[in-house]
């Protein structure tokens, strides 16, 4: 069972930015991939944004050119930028980690948006 432990969310007001961290423990297989899904009060979890071992990317549409996000291998950690925050980017933050027989879930940290 992988341990996802996760940092870094808060209350930022828009245009402001946030960096979330999340750190894997306990696998005992290669991952694949780690991303970042949130969840916003009363609608469905989505993925913000992923990245692979190789370091290919993606993101959501409403998030692209403002959130970056970045991995360390050695870490097992993998970081979300947020820059240009706006008031719908308020949700849970969850990490998520891939390998090739489980996907794992991290507790999830809140990020307010708000004057």
């Known amino acids: 069972q992988v341990q996802l432990v996760e940092s870094g969310g808060g209350l930022v007001q828009p245009g402001g930015s946030l960096r979330l961290s999340c750190a894997a423990s306990?696998?005992?297989?290669?991952?694949?991939?780690m991303g970042w899904y949130r969840q916003a009060q009363g609608r469905q979890r989505e993925q913000v944004a992923r990245i692979t071992s190789g370091g290919s990317t993606n993101y959501a549409d409403s998030v692209k050119g403002r959130f970056t996000i970045s991995r360390d291998n050695a870490k097992n950690t993998v970081y979300l930028q947020m820059n240009s925050l706006k008031p719908e980017d308020t949700a849970v933050y969850y990490c998520?980690?891939?390998?090739?027989?489980?996907?794992?879930w991290g507790q999830g940290t809140q990020v307010t948006v708000s004057s």
């Open positions: 306990g696998s005992r297989f290669r991952i694949a991939a």
């Open positions: 998520n980690v891939e390998t090739v027989v489980a996907t794992s």
